[in-house]
C-alpha cells in the first residue's frame, strides 16, 4: 500500500509562514536576480515556506536555482537573513543556501568518504529507506535513487537555511519520495526555507504553500 504525505503544516495556527513576510525578514530574498537567459525575479521566500516550481525542460528552473546558489554569472541581489550575499565569502553563502542536484557530485569511490559527521549521516538516511550499510559501500554499487537520497542526507547535514532542491525525487518510487517529503516537511517545521523544482505537478501542489512556472526563462505565478 502507499503512503500518502499530507500538505505540509506548521506551528504558527497552520499558517502560511509567507503571510508573515510583512513582519519579519525572509529567510530569502531576491531583487532583480538575473542572467542573459533569465528574466528578473523578484521573490521573498520566508522561513518554513516551500515554494514549488514547475515548467517544461530547460526552460529555466535549474538556472534559477543555480543564480540562486552564486554558481552562475548573474546581476541582482540576493540576501538570506537580511544579509546580502555580497557580503560573505562563495562557500559561506552555499552553506546557508545549499543546492541540492538531482545527481549529487561524488569525489571518491567510497560513499563514506562523503560524509564528516557519519552518525548524523546514519540517522538521516534511515528516515530516508536507507540502510546504515550504505554506507560501507562503493558509490558505483548504489543504484540511482540510492545515491539520490544520499546526496539529499548531506545537503541536510548541512543545515541550511535555505534549501534549492531541483528534481529531488525524479528517480525514487512512490514510497521512497513519501519518506523524502516527509522529511522536508521536518525541515521547514524547523525554519528551512525551500525552493522546490519539479516536474510532478501533484508534488508541486502538496508541497508548495506557493506554487511558480517558469517558461522560456520567466517565472510567473500560479
Given amino acids: 500500500m502507499s503512503q500518502s504525505v499530507d500538505k505540509p503544516t506548521f506551528a504558527v495556527s497552520g499558517r502560511n509562514p509567507a503571510s508573515d513576510v510583512g513582519t519579519a525578514v525572509p529567510a530569502l530574498r531576491l531583487r532583480a536576480l538575473h542572467s542573459s537567459r533569465l528574466a528578473p525575479v523578484t521573490l521573498n521566500v520566508a522561513a518554513g515556506e ?51 542536484q538531482a545527481e549529487a557530485g561524488w569525489w571518491d569511490d567510497a560513499v563514506a568518504a562523503h560524509f564528516a559527521d557519519l552518525d548524523g549521516a546514519r540517522v538521516i538516511a534511515q528516515r530516508l529507506g536507507l540502510s546504515a550499510a550504505k554506507f560501507d559501500a562503493q558509490v558505483l554499487e548504489l543504484s540511482t535513487g540510492e545515491r539520490q537520497r544520499l546526496g539529499l542526507v548531506r545537503a541536510l547535514l548541512l543545515k541550511p537555511r535555505v534549501l534549492l532542491l531541483d528534481e529531488p ?54
Fill in 50 to 100: 516551500c515554494i514549488a516550481i514547475v515548467g517544461p525542460s530547460g526552460s529555466g528552473k535549474s538556472l534559477l536555482l543555480r543564480q540562486i546558489a552564486d554558481l552562475d554569472p548573474g546581476q541582482g541581489t540576493a540576501e538570506v537573513d537580511g544579509r546580502d550575499r555580497t557580503r560573505m565569502r562563495g562557500f559561506e553563502w552555499r552553506r546557508q543556501v545549499v543546492y541540492c
Fill in 169 to 222: 525525487t525524479a528517480a525514487l518510487d512512490e514510497q521512497a519520495t513519501a519518506l523524502v517529503e516527509q522529511e522536508w516537511q521536518r525541515c521547514m517545521q524547523q525554519g528551512t526555507a525551500i525552493v522546490l523544482v519539479t516536474h510532478n505537478q501533484e508534488q508541486a501542489h502538496r508541497m508548495g504553500h506557493r506554487q511558480f512556472r517558469m517558461e522560456a526563462g520567466k517565472l510567473e505565478p500560479l
